[in-house]
């Protein structure tokens, strides 16, 4: 067996895991968001250097089996609207209904603008012509790609005559020819503004997507990697480039870190289990309810809805790089971030912000000379500043008063984003990771009456290993335009051909694959799907307002293996001398400090403690107790 590299492209901070086995490698590196291929090979040339003592990338690949990456610029690109120019081609009436809402209506301004026309594709006469007029009015608008979007039952047979004329008009060989795509190439939903904001959406996204993607597949190809490039998608699978859709990558890290939450609640028998995963500029807060992922069955996308499913995240805008700052007489904390650059004051590349990096820097929680693996010496004199000129001066409080508030103020924010979308019950455990999920997770605990919270041992990069839970799959919907057993049977045909198409294209037979039929019914503007293991139509099916098929292939590769089950002896901690923690008057105070490579499974013992790795530092406060698992994982409770 070959080893597993997963790589999670987040805004910061690019995360890299390589699975050989047991043993686990693990590497961050800045993420270089003016060429992504750069922090992609600089995140495989420091796995090489740490697995063989020496640079070696071809070595690596060459013994590795898949890679699956996940990355954030589908969302950044859409968070900040850059991207191609969007022509529409709609069909009556359609596009005052996709502008339904505020956010719709932001959307559609920044993405299309009055580059519309409207095409009705049942008129009779010069279709044909009545087209290239509307392709050619918006590329004189500017459009430089263009969406086709029809409505009605008809609207894939309908798409697809237009598409044989542009085609024909507009050969895609020529120079300058504009990329046309259509609705229904995207999704069989049978709601039209859903399918066609997927479309837009997508068209929006695909061009960087593409670009990067194929250049970073090219190199793999360059360094004799065998295998495909794996895009870790949104859904919780994986394909390759060439069979990946750019609104599929849109949120994907965050579903990374689900998929690994997932087999942390299987693995420790929790049911309900709140993921609070804390990255530079966000923390993404998740569920995990009875062993399977909160999700939405159609995604909300900024506000938009689109065709596929999405997983449940509520992103809180503050993270380790949030801004901390004074204002209106009160600390506020975010939503901007300081990001990689210029980063927190004390990483001294001219930021001037503080964030609660500083704080935990000059409180003595963080190291100055261990932070990111030792690769980062953090300035305490910058971190110093940066505090005292945007909190503690302002407001007129002494350092150590303002470093407690500001504290108090970062866990306020991530304790009141977790109410708001999490219920928490008595059986609630937290799962804290990311670079600063374990860092105050207990105080944010005690704010929200939860007494028990996992930390994976591999908090640090946590959605990447995620990722290696994932296997190759292709799903597919297709509307019933009758509810009869002959229609289910012909549209199952259909979507099972395009299957054996995508999975051939994959490297394997449809017959190596698993497949699952089910059947969605709108009743009362809501979606249930049901399962139709024996391919047969339920009866009856009274007061549905539309139903599709969907169908499922799903090729399962190999898993990393989460912890290992091995009897654990209980033992003290070793610790590795003390750390100084000042307090709120000013005073600092010895608290030991475990680091986590020291302790074997079964290592447990009683707060106030700072627990260290190279890419994560976890402070226990008084009255709660840590242990180590068997599989090196931290285990957190409050004690009684």
């Not at 918006?138 to 979007?149: E, F, H, K, P, Y």
Request: proline share 5%; with cysteine.
């Amino acid at each position: 067996m070959g080893k597993l590299i997963n790589i999670d492209n987040g805004g910061t901070l690019t995360d890299i895991v390589v699975v050989d086995g047991e043993s686990v490698v693990r590497t961050k590196t800045l993420t270089t968001p003016y060429d992504l291929s750069k922090c992609f090979f600089e995140g495989l040339r420091k796995a090489s250097r740490q697995i063989y003592g020496q640079e070696d990338v071809i070595g690596l690949l060459q013994e590795t089996d898949y890679i699956r990456y996940s990355t954030t610029q589908g969302t950044n690109a859409l968070v900040e609207r850059k991207g191609p120019r969007i022509g529409l081609i709609a069909g009556a009436g359609l596009a005052g209904v996709l502008q339904t809402g505020a956010e719709a209506r932001e959307m559609f301004s920044a993405l299309v603008g009055d580059r519309v026309a409207e095409l009705d594709a049942t008129e009779s006469g010069d279709l044909a012509g009545r087209l290239v007029a509307a392709v050619n009015a918006l590329t004189s608008a500017g459009a430089n790609r263009i969406v086709v979007g029809l409505g009605g039952a008809s609207a894939a047979a309908d798409e697809e005559r237009l598409r044989r004329i542009v085609l024909a008009k507009f050969p895609p060989h020529l120079l300058g020819a504009v990329p046309v795509l259509f609705s229904h190439q995207i999704s069989g939903d049978p709601e039209d503004p859903r399918r066609i904001w997927s479309a837009l959406l997508n068209a929006f996204l695909h061009p960087a997507m593409e670009t990067f993607l194929y250049h970073a597949e090219h190199k793999l190809r360059d360094a004799r990697f065998r295998s495909p490039l794996l895009i870790f998608r949104n859904d919780g699978d994986s394909a390759r480039v060439a069979k990946t859709i750019a609104l599929k990558t849109y949120s994907s890290g965050p579903r990374g870190g689900m998929e690994g939450a997932r087999a942390l609640a299987d693995h420790y028998g929790v049911s309900h289990l709140v993921s609070v995963d804390v990255g530079g500029t966000t923390t993404d807060i998740g569920v995990t309810l009875g062993g399977r992922i909160e999700s939405e069955r159609r995604g909300n996308v900024e506000g938009v809805r689109v065709s596929f499913p999405l997983v449940d995240i509520h992103s809180v805008g503050v993270g380790g790089g949030s801004v901390i700052r004074a204002a209106g007489g009160e600390i506020r904390v975010g939503p901007e971030s300081v990001g990689a650059q210029p980063g927190p004051a004390c990483f001294g590349l001219g930021g001037k912000h503080a964030t609660i990096t500083d704080v935990f820097l000059l409180m003595g929680v963080l190291d100055p000379e261990a932070f990111f693996g030792g690769d980062l010496v953090l300035d305490l004199e910058r971190a110093k500043a940066a505090v005292l000129d945007n909190v503690a001066r302002p407001l007129d409080l002494s350092l150590g008063r303002a470093l407690a508030a500001m504290e108090a103020a970062w866990v306020e924010r991530i304790a009141a984003g977790i109410r708001e979308h999490c219920e928490i019950g008595p059986d609630t455990v937290l799962a804290a990771f990311g670079g600063g999920g374990p860092l105050d997770i207990c105080v944010v605990a005690e704010a929200l009456g939860v007494g028990r919270v996992l930390v994976p041992r591999l908090a640090a990069v946590f959605s990447a290993y995620g990722l290696s839970f994932s296997d190759i799959a292709h799903h597919y919907e297709s509307p019933l335009p009758e509810a009869n057993q002959a229609a289910l049977e012909a549209a199952v045909a259909g979507l099972t051909e395009q299957a054996r198409r995508d999975m051939f294209a994959e490297g394997f037979a449809l017959e190596d694959c698993t497949l699952q039929v089910g059947l969605v019914l709108s009743r009362e503007g809501r979606e249930t799907e049901t399962p139709l293991p024996e391919g047969r139509l339920p009866e009856p099916l009274q007061g549905a307002a539309g139903c599709s098929v969907t169908l499922s292939a799903t090729r399962p590769i190999r898993h990393a293996r989460f912890g290992v089950a091995r009897t654990v002896t209980t033992s003290a901690p070793i610790t590795a001398g003390t750390r100084m923690l000042r307090d709120a008057a000013g005073e600092s105070l010895p608290v030991p400090l475990v680091r986590l490579a020291d302790n074997p499974p079964g290592a447990t013992g009683l707060g106030p403690v700072v627990l260290e790795e190279d890419f994560f530092t976890c402070r226990v406060p008084a009255g709660w107790r840590f242990a180590f698992t068997a599989g090196g994982d931290i285990e957190l409770t409050r004690e009684p």
